[in-house]
């Protein structure tokens, strides 16, 4: 089975403007996105990104040592959007932005830090799928919460739906 | 693939072969209008095809069938045939997923796609085509031709590209409650309308073209919707004029959280 | 999205094992699942979905079926595969042009034209 994400051009323009935006203190803005999974059954499932939430100004914790570290009622915002994506198998995706050129990945704080987020989102929205986005300025990578190996398992492609398309592909089609 | 091959088309952008590969293309329809759709998208470079008929070449056809032949008449070839054949013939590395029946009937290759040709008879099957790609965020480019009257017959034609976050078929007026009772009057009968293969081949390579420009953002327009309207007796496509300097606002047909599978509410 | 009176929509049940609701291309239909068709048809119960409005196509209401239905009577069967809620669905010809009925009654009205003799 293979997973594609897909996200309207308005809304990834929106979520890529807002990260941008500077913080008082944080290096590096959140948000999350609902990601609504669709044939859950078939070869290829798709997640369609809608509904962006970015974690409010006075949210985020002042902390030297990461890009961002966001408190409990951010927190506690995104789980809600969790319980509330239930009837709508609408899951939950963490989003930030690495604000440089080209094909962009976790840094050992991502990759230390987000795989926490998920399994937290999963114990409320069950028939959903919650997971990470990570934006660069021009590309994107996504992960998806695996319940079944209780990780992160990387998303192959990310469509951005819109005036121009723009595919975010590591692999050969099919 | 070599780059000679493309490097007549360089100026799409550094990027846009590359992107011209990775996209997925579906073609509902493989007469008229979509063979010479796959055939144009085979020689520009797409790799991945997914294509519905349920239909065999038949006499009738081959004014305008591209890429039929005698032969396949005589053989009863299936239009699906003659489609991989074109694109096989070109791109022998492409993966084409050909399906066999309507494409209601078996939905789930078509999902896969990130751009879908529609190339039907009826406006109420190119009606059903836009929910399912608007459901499922694709782009939707939809092609058809007619003759009216005859003293003399006038040919005419569209292109209308309707997107996910763009106005509809409805909001530009192409679909109108009109047109589908006028059709469902006729029992949504085609009959054997007239068709030719020129002005197939101004409409497709129309909608071919706003299909790489979607691809490749070459002309930087940016446009999420288009309806333009082919006077074949003028031998002009221009924008029709409802959506000549019309403002469209959000869609109120596909709302944007009406995406996905569809949501029952009990009651 | 076209609403409807929660009274007569409640109605509807007695026709069917459940009710639901789905919106689709601006038009709000009823899924009627294990709807019960009338006697001398075949099946006796199959789903069937509500459209108490005109949406273009010339009928101001009309009830699709999940399967062609055998009737006691020739009906004409000329929608067929249409695609609604990701199902394809079967409909006949067959116009209720009254503007005062209530959903309960158009429904009744469709269903009893399976076995009406014209």
Redesign the interface.
């Given at each position: 089975m293979t997973t594609e994400i897909r996200i309207p051009r308005g809304l990834y323009e929106a979520v890529l403007a807002d990260l941008r935006r500077p913080h008082d203190f944080a290096f590096e803005r959140v948000g999350f996105l609902k990601g609504r999974l669709c044939s859950p059954q078939r070869d290829q499932r798709l997640i369609l990104l809608h509904d962006y939430r970015p974690v409010s100004d006075e949210h985020y914790r002042p902390d030297d040592t990461v890009g961002a570290n966001i408190g409990e009622a951010a927190m506690s915002t995104a789980m809600k959007a969790a319980f509330d994506g239930r009837a709508t198998c609408d899951g939950v995706f963490h989003v930030h932005l690495h604000d440089e050129d080209g094909f962009t990945g976790m840094s050992r704080v991502d990759a230390r830090e987000l795989p926490k987020l998920p399994p937290g989102f999963a114990s409320i929205g069950k028939t959903a799928v919650h997971g990470v986005v990570i934006l660069s300025k021009n590309h994107g990578s996504a992960w998806e919460y695996s319940t079944d190996e209780k990780r992160l398992v990387e998303v192959p492609r990310i469509v951005v739906v819109g005036a121009p398309l723009a595919i975010f592909d590591k692999r050969r089609l099919w | 693939m070599s780059t000679e091959r493309f490097k007549r088309q360089s100026f799409l952008g550094a990027n846009s072969q590359d992107?011209i590969a990775?996209?997925?293309i579906g073609v509902v329809g493989l007469g008229g209008g979509g063979s010479h759709i796959v055939q144009q998208l085979a020689h520009i470079g797409f790799?991945?095809f997914v294509l519905y008929d349920d239909d065999v070449v038949e006499d009738s056809n081959l004014n305008r069938l591209i890429g039929g032949t005698a032969v396949d008449e005589r053989s009863m070839s299936q239009k699906l045939y003659v489609a991989r054949r074109m694109i096989f013939g070109l791109q022998p590395q492409a993966?084409v997923v050909g399906v066999p029946s309507?494409w209601?009937?078996d939905?789930?290759a078509l999902?896969?796609c990130?751009?879908v040709f529609g190339c039907m008879e009826t406006l109420?099957a190119r009606?059903?085509l836009e929910?399912?790609t608007r459901?499922?965020?694709?782009?939707y480019i939809d092609i058809g031709m007619d003759v009216h009257g005859d003293n003399p017959p006038v040919i005419g034609g569209q292109v209308v590209l309707s997107?996910?976050?763009g106005p509809c078929m409805?909001c530009v007026r192409f679909?109108?409650?009109?047109?589908?009772?006028d059709?469902?009057?006729r029992?949504?009968d085609a009959g054997d309308r007239p068709q030719v293969v020129w002005p197939n081949g101004v409409l497709a390579s129309t909608a071919v073209g706003i299909a790489i420009?979607?691809?490749?953002?070459w002309t930087r327009?940016?446009?999420?919707f288009d309806y333009l309207v082919y006077d074949g007796t003028r031998g002009t496509v221009k924008p029709s004029l409802y959506i000549q300097k019309r403002e469209f606002g959000p869609c109120?047909?596909?709302p944007?959280?009406?995406?996905?599978?569809?949501?029952?509410?009990?009651? | 999205m076209s609403t409807y009176p929660p009274d007569q929509v409640q109605e509807l049940k007695q026709f069917c094992d459940k009710l639901k609701s789905f919106p689709e291309g601006g038009v709000t239909y009823f899924l009627m699942e294990g709807t019960n068709l009338p006697d001398g048809c075949s099946p006796a119960k199959c789903d069937v979905v509500f459209r108490p409005i005109d949406s273009g196509d010339g009928y101001m209401s009309r009830l699709y079926f999940d399967v062609v239905v055998k009737c006691p009577y020739a009906r004409n069967w000329n929608v067929t595969n249409a695609r609604l809620a990701e199902r394809n669905w079967h409909a006949f010809s067959w116009k209720v042009n009254v503007t005062n009925f209530t959903l309960a009654q158009l429904v009744r009205e469709h269903l009893s034209a399976l076995v009406r003799t014209v």
């Open positions: - | 992107q990775r996209t997925v790799q991945n993966n309507k209601q009937q939905p789930s999902q896969r990130n751009i109420l009606s059903e929910v399912f459901r499922y965020l694709i782009h997107s996910p976050d409805r679909l109108t409650d009109e047109g589908l009772t059709e469902a009057a029992y949504g420009d979607l691809v490749t953002g327009k940016r446009r999420n109120p047909h596909f944007t959280d009406a995406i996905g599978d569809p949501r029952f509410t009990e009651l | -």
